[in-house]
């Protein structure tokens, strides 16, 4: 996932960094990073305050104003996200901060960040951005408490009850009708060869 965030004039980049620090120590699903130990996955965490790799968090600098950075910062989301995020390399963000050079006096910035989505999803983005601002500005003690993704899975997995499963599968299983064998689909780096599977749906006139 690869997403802007908007910054005041005149950021500098060791403020980015303890912004974001703090963003990580907040939350520890982006602190996550994924290794293979034994032939299993193994999902890492580790404790907010822990020292880190600074090398995902660099700077970009590019003649002119806010017209020229918007721009550059997309340039720099689009080829993060072409890159790719390697799992065992946490945390799973990377970010470049984009400032242009005028006006010197507050210079425009933008924050270019990707994310794996393994750590992050699209609703989480405006809270990530806002949360991020409010460590830019200092006002990160009056975000309520953050919950943890485990916390998270236990709330919904206790909300989940028998009758709720059996029309969750009942919609599936509807949904998939017709599906007779299993389809084998493609992952990005694994050996092949993968099938796949085709079927064909006709259209209703409306939405012709």
Do not use: N
């Not at 997403?3 to 120590?25: I, K, Q």
């Not at 080829?79 to 901060?97: N, Y």
């Not at 990160?140 to 916390?151: E, K, Q, V």
Request: with cysteine; hydrophobic share 45%; aromatic share 4%.
């Amino acid at each position: 996932m690869a997403f802007p965030v908007p910054l005041p004039g005149g950021t500098e980049p060791a403020a980015v960094r303890r912004a974001l620090d703090g963003l990580l120590d907040r939350h520890d699903a982006l602190r996550t990073s994924i290794r293979s130990e034994d032939g299993r996955l193994v999902q890492l965490v580790p404790p907010a305050g822990a020292p880190r790799d600074r090398s995902w968090v660099t700077v970009a600098d590019v003649p002119g104003g806010a017209a020229e950075v918007a721009p550059a910062a997309a340039e720099r989301r689009a080829e993060g996200a072409a890159a790719g995020i390697p799992l065992d390399g946490g945390p799973l963000l990377r970010a470049v901060l984009v400032r242009g050079t005028e006006p010197a006096a507050a210079r425009p910035a933008e924050l270019a960040v990707v994310a794996h989505h393994l750590v992050l999803d699209g609703p989480s983005v405006p809270v990530v951005s806002r949360e991020l601002l409010a460590f830019l500005a200092g006002t990160a003690g009056d975000l309520p408490p953050a919950t943890s993704y485990r916390a998270y899975t236990s709330w919904r997995l206790g909300r989940e009850t028998a009758a709720g499963t059996a029309a969750v599968r009942a919609w599936w299983a509807d949904r998939l009708a017709g599906f007779d064998s299993g389809c084998h689909l493609p992952v990005r780096g694994a050996p092949g060869p993968y099938p796949g599977c085709a079927t064909t749906r006709v259209l209703p006139e409306a939405v012709r």
